[in-house]
């Protein structure tokens, strides 16, 4: 296949959906995705109600906007509040509820917080500005890392001295990790994300069948990819080989990309990280590197963060272990919507509750999980 449309004919996608169907046998079988673009791709295509109904799909902690945890949120508003301080972030994190306040609503108070696409965009913004500290807000899995070391690296190869970060990156693999230890977490197989493992590659993935006995797939995003990766977990689990598979060969390859994993290596090194609903999870974030430390926000500004009570009613802990769904929460569509979001799943693009409500959970697959 070497265009577009043919990952998404319909007809294909009936067949592999019936493929599924026959050699599942009715057999019940939980699959996880950890991506918030599957997430996405699953709602918008439809890809439950194709699927028979032993066949359950869940959504794990593959949004990086999700997983931040409240204190983070709390962190990042506190150098917001700091004299003379530019806080840059994606624009998906500006509605992450923190325990108090948003970065939406510290910029209404007037706070000097900027959206940018890139951490390029964050250092340009520290060239134009000399007399301001620009502070980049790092979140992101193992895809958006390396152009953050970028950043790093060119701020210190052209001395730029008032660009800082302020890294709250986390690594996928260990999160799996966690999930696999987690003994409400029951999963059969796992879609494993496309961007990240354009980085890592195949071989990170390893260890999640040798040491644990559950199917793995490297997936693309259209429907075809989808449901080609479902029906390799599938034919896995039913015939007891786990393993890990690349379905998305086009893209990904065995090693990934060995000159970003270079970057990654060269600026920051691993340390424990709190994951909303995963907890603090070892070696799964990144801090940067003391020779770095210059570029470091928390390095040169030390700030100490209130501990303040968190929304209990919130969900979205559970939602992002695959514990939970959307339709198991209270405050879904009522008091939870996109423009009044409660938790992060329902701020980002690509969070597993904002999915639901943009695709309709009054589907016939999401109706049927609410019975």
Not at 56 to 73: E, F, R
Not at 151 to 167: E, F, H, R, T
Not at 188 to 206: C, N, Q, R
Request: proline share 5%; glycine share 8%.
């Amino acid at each position: 296949m070497k265009y577009i449309d043919e990952y998404r004919d319909s007809k294909l996608c009936e067949k592999l959906a019936s493929q599924i169907a026959k050699i599942a046998k009715g057999k019940y079988i939980t699959l996880m995705e950890v991506c918030g673009t599957h997430t996405m791709s699953i709602a918008r295509y439809g890809i439950k109600n194709l699927l028979p109904p032993n066949i359950q799909l869940l959504s794990g902690p593959g949004c990086p906007v999700c997983v931040t945890a409240d204190a983070d949120i709390d962190k990042a508003i506190a150098y917001a509040e700091k004299e003379n301080i530019i806080l840059t972030t994606f624009g998906d994190m500006m509605k992450v509820p923190g325990t108090f306040s948003s970065l939406s609503t510290e910029k209404s108070k007037g706070r000097e917080i900027k959206v940018v696409y890139s951490a390029a965009d964050a250092l340009q913004l520290a060239i134009s500005n000399p007399e301001k500290i620009v502070v980049f807000l790092g979140v992101g899995f193992e895809t958006t890392i390396p152009t953050v070391a970028v950043s790093i690296l060119d701020a210190k190869m052209n001395g730029i001295k008032n660009y800082y970060v302020l890294s709250m990156h986390k690594l996928i693999p260990p999160a799996l990790r966690a999930l696999l230890d987690d003994k409400e977490v029951c999963v059969d197989g796992f879609i494993l994300p496309g961007h990240v493992s354009t980085i890592i590659g195949v071989e990170a993935y390893k260890f999640i069948p040798e040491e644990y006995g559950v199917a793995c797939a490297i997936t693309g995003f259209e429907p075809v990819d989808i449901l080609q990766g479902i029906l390799l977990l599938v034919k896995q689990i039913v015939y007891g080989k786990p393993r890990v598979e690349n379905q998305y060969r086009r893209v990904v390859k065995e090693h990934g990309n060995p000159k970003a994993q270079r970057l990654i290596e060269e600026v920051f090194e691993p340390t424990d990280c709190e994951w909303r609903g995963l907890g603090v999870i070892p070696r799964s974030g990144l801090k940067i590197k003391d020779k770095y430390s210059d570029f470091d926000i928390e390095k040169k500004i030390k700030i100490k963060i209130q501990k303040r009570k968190k929304n209990t009613r919130c969900i979205c802990g559970e939602i992002l272990r695959g514990v939970k769904t959307p339709l198991d929460c209270t405050l879904f569509g009522k008091r939870c919507t996109p423009e009044n979001p409660v938790g992060p799943c329902m701020v980002s693009s690509e969070g597993t509750c904002a999915a639901y409500y943009k695709y309709g959970f009054n589907s016939r697959a999401m109706q049927e999980e609410k019975l």
